[in-house]
């Protein structure tokens, strides 16, 4: 997989290839190398492909959109934060962070803090899937759950700000909120709401009332809702603004980014290289190992948190974790590991590429290391807890 990073960069960066060329390019390769079919490897990138447009590409439309129309000024850096920190908590980290993109314009430093924070608070802070997935499978309590994940997501937001502000300059462009964000501002909350209907527990009600606060917050309505409330509070009507296609590019290496991480996926590398990492003399480095292994090889943190959760489970006694402090632990690893390492089989790795203004090579650098930054930090965090309850 190393090679096949070091290929999309140089492919895009030297070569001048378009980024879903690149990584198109790259499949084939790969796929030809893992001795998958021609077939297998189109029908995996296809799907791949698929589900990232379905996901998060009509999000990535509404936020170019919205910027275009409307938004036109950034966040302010305590905005910024305060923005991701709530997306976060949100159903999908890549599409918040979409809907986000007017938040960061001409501001790339503050744009790239947002993204890590959305990144950290997704990974660990209920609502969001990935803590709750974790809860509900490692059976630990919510609330303690919490009490141990939200010291960690500061730590690790922290790290990411301190990565940021030594590899990207400030900028002078002044922040500004104003009642123009309600159009990201409500489908951003919508995508909160999504996630605590989807909560095991239903606290938004069963039957008719969660379908509607989940169908509410799929990406088409959250799109019409952005853009009809953009073209509303700019009280003007110039349908020249609507016919632009910078959005277009980034669009393509979304779903390209998807369609590689399913065919990383289809290799099985991912689980492999996990069970290697299922040794009970690691503590809680275990269940963290196996989610970061297979975030890195296959790009989607809600599969490795499900995958390493399937893995780690069984084994709580051995790791001396089959306890509600020591549930909340696990789960609080799981989530960290699924932070790292964020690359460019992530469509979330373009996203915030795009809006800090960056370089495959350099998002990297920044976005990747960034990532694998907090990870680490919050493992620190976690391992110390252990040794205090």
Request: aromatic share 6%; with cysteine; charged share 10%.
């Amino acid at each position: 997989m190393p090679i096949a990073v070091a290929a999309i960069v140089l492919l895009v960066q030297r070569v001048h290839l378009p980024a879903f060329l690149a990584m198109m390019a790259t499949v084939v390769v790969y796929g030809i190398a893992a001795d998958m079919t021609f077939q297998s490897v189109g029908k995996a990138f296809g799907l791949g492909f698929t589900s990232a447009l379905e996901q998060v590409g009509l999000l990535v439309v509404a936020g170019s959109l919205v910027g275009a129309v409307l938004l036109r000024t950034p966040l302010g850096t305590g905005t910024a934060a305060a923005a991701g920190a709530l997306a976060g908590l949100g159903g999908s980290a890549a599409g918040g962070l979409a809907l986000l993109q007017p938040a960061g314009q001409e501001a790339p430093r503050r744009a790239l803090g947002m993204a890590l924070t959305l990144l950290a608070v997704a990974a660990l802070v209920a609502p969001s899937p990935l803590a709750v997935a974790a809860a509900s499978v490692m059976k630990a309590d919510i609330r303690t759950m919490m009490m141990v994940a939200v010291p960690i997501a500061v730590v690790a937001v922290a790290l990411g700000w301190w990565h940021v502000a030594r590899q990207v300059p400030p900028t002078p462009t002044p922040g500004r909120i104003s009642w123009a964000w309600l159009c990201i501002g409500i489908p951003v909350a919508l995508l909160v709401i999504q996630s605590i209907a989807q909560m095991p527990s239903e606290p938004l009600g069963k039957g008719g009332a969660r379908e509607f606060y989940i169908g509410i917050s799929k990406p088409l309505m959250l799109t019409a809702i952005a853009i009809t409330l953009a073209v509303v509070l700019a009280r003007r009507w110039e349908p020249s603004m609507l016919i632009g296609r910078s959005w277009a590019p980034l669009l393509l290496a979304v779903g390209a980014s998807g369609g590689l991480g399913r065919v990383f996926d289809e290799t099985g590398m991912a689980e492999l290289l996990a069970e290697h990492a299922l040794h009970p003399r690691y503590g809680v480095l275990t269940p963290f190992l196996a989610a970061a292994i297979v975030k890195t090889m296959q790009g989607n943190s809600l599969t490795a948190v499900l995958t390493a959760m399937g893995m780690v489970e069984p084994m709580l006694p051995a790791l001396g974790l089959d306890s509600a402090s020591g549930r909340a632990l696990a789960a609080a690893a799981v989530g960290a590991g699924s932070m790292a390492v964020c690359h460019v089989n992530d469509p979330f790795f373009w996203i915030a590429a795009a809006m800090g203004k960056l370089s495959p090579g350099r998002a990297l650098y920044v976005i990747s290391l960034g990532s694998a930054l907090m990870a680490i930090g919050a493992l620190v965090v976690i391992a110390a807890l252990r040794q205090f309850v």
